[in-house]
């Protein structure tokens, strides 16, 4: 497992890389081949950012989070890594092999409130369709804004392939390109 520190503005101290180098060796109990974790920290307004981003051959975790104290931000950022893991984890062992397209939506509505199988696997209780043409990403980012929503689904004229643009939270937009392998 490669561990990259990236420092926005300045470098990253030695104490955070002692600190953090430790913790970031547990991440394999939850998934084994972890080929890199990406740290990045940026400090704006006595407020510390820490990214954490750890790529393994089929999937990408990510957590950011930003407090006063550097270490603490740390910590809440693999705090939630390490969450995703672990529900990563326990829907691959309890993987139904069930198509998302049988699921029932009426399925959700049948258990009680705050049952444990609601937390364990997500139950899909609606369903959309929606006709598109192609269009561009510009053109998708105006459809977006019009209709209100956080991301919109658009096939990209130039690739002839689906796409999604999506409002970032630090400003502006962001577009998502698939690739299939």
Same mark, same amino acid.
């Given at each position: 497992?490669?561990?990259?520190?990236?420092?926005k503005?300045? @470098?990253?101290?030695?104490?955070?890389?002692? =600190?953090?180098?430790?913790?970031?060796e547990?991440?394999s109990?939850?998934?084994?081949? +972890?080929?890199?974790?990406? $740290?990045s920290?940026?400090?704006?307004?006595?407020?510390? #950012?820490?990214?954490?981003t750890?790529? %393994?051959p089929?999937? $990408?975790?990510?957590s950011e989070?930003r407090?006063?104290?550097?270490?603490?931000a740390?910590?809440?950022?693999?705090?939630?890594? !390490?969450?995703?893991?672990?529900?990563?984890? *326990?829907?691959?062992?309890?993987?139904?092999? %069930? *198509?998302?397209?049988?699921?029932?939506p009426? /399925? &959700? !509505? #049948?258990?009680?409130?705050? =049952?444990? &199988?609601d937390?364990?696997?997500?139950?899909?209780?609606? #369903?959309?369709? =929606?006709? #598109?043409?192609?269009?561009?990403?510009?053109?998708?980012?105006?459809?977006?804004?019009m209709?209100?929503?956080d991301?919109f689904?658009? +096939?990209? @004229? /130039? %690739?002839?392939?689906? &796409?999604?643009?999506?409002?970032? %939270? /630090?400003?502006?937009?962001?577009?998502i !390109?698939?690739?299939?392998?």
């Amino acid at each position: 497992m490669r561990v990259d520190f990236i420092a926005k503005h300045g @470098s990253v101290p030695q104490y955070f890389r002692a =600190h953090a180098e430790p913790r970031l060796e547990g991440l394999s109990q939850y998934v084994r081949k +972890i080929q890199e974790v990406r $740290i990045s920290l940026l400090e704006q307004r006595g407020r510390f #950012t820490v990214e954490i981003t750890v790529n %393994t051959p089929r999937n $990408i975790f990510r957590s950011e989070k930003r407090v006063g104290d550097l270490l603490e931000a740390f910590d809440e950022a693999l705090d939630a890594i !390490e969450k995703q893991m672990r529900r990563h984890k *326990s829907r691959i062992r309890d993987h139904a092999k %069930t *198509s998302v397209r049988r699921l029932e939506p009426a /399925a &959700a !509505e #049948t258990e009680p409130a705050g =049952h444990a &199988a609601d937390q364990e696997r997500p139950v899909i209780v609606r #369903t959309k369709r =929606h006709r #598109t043409k192609p269009m561009t990403a510009e053109e998708a980012a105006q459809q977006l804004e019009m209709v209100g929503h956080d991301f919109f689904l658009f +096939i990209d @004229s /130039a %690739t002839n392939e689906p &796409a999604v643009v999506y409002r970032r %939270t /630090a400003g502006g937009y962001g577009l998502i !390109e698939l690739e299939v392998g």
